[in-house]
């Protein structure tokens, strides 16, 4: 469980109400029916107390001082994988004003990153391009690179 702090199962009970501790074989294994509601309710606990603590300060200290923040993710705008990192990549990412990735030129990832830009009125969106191929590099090495994972 990545997302955990000690005021975490007061702040479920009082978001959710009901007792997470309770509850905690649910999201590890499958519990039958109940499982996904558990899940859901979790990680929306988690991320609203992520976009408190983390990505909303950091959104308005920028913002207050006209500084565009573009920011590609240790996901790379790969959807499953942001949810390991950050819950709920969509609400998470929303926190930047210029939302980024690397590698392109998947263009999943582009859609995604322009997507989260797009849909909370955000002006820019950010790609690193070449990440760390080299000077060198042309686009259609990159696209082959790319072509073969």
């Not at 790379?76 to 998470?92: E, H, K, L, N, P």
């Amino acid at each position: 469980m990545p997302y955990w702090s000690t005021d975490f199962p007061a702040r479920f009970l009082n978001a959710k109400e009901y007792d997470i501790m309770s509850e905690l074989d649910a999201l590890l294994f499958d519990l039958g029916t109940r499982t996904a509601k558990i899940r859901l309710d979790y990680y929306d606990v988690a991320v609203q107390m992520m976009e408190e603590a983390y990505f909303r300060p950091l959104y308005q200290w920028c913002r207050d001082r006209d500084i565009i923040y573009g920011h590609d993710q240790l996901s790379r705008a790969d959807v499953i994988r942001g949810v390991m990192y950050y819950g709920d990549y969509f609400r998470t990412m929303r926190w930047y004003q210029a939302p980024g990735t690397d590698r392109m030129p998947v263009l999943l990832r582009g859609k995604v990153v322009y997507s989260i830009s797009h849909f909370y009125y955000r002006p820019h969106a950010s790609f690193e391009a070449y990440q760390s191929q080299g000077w060198g590099v042309t686009p259609a090495v990159i696209y082959f690179i790319e072509a073969k994972k």
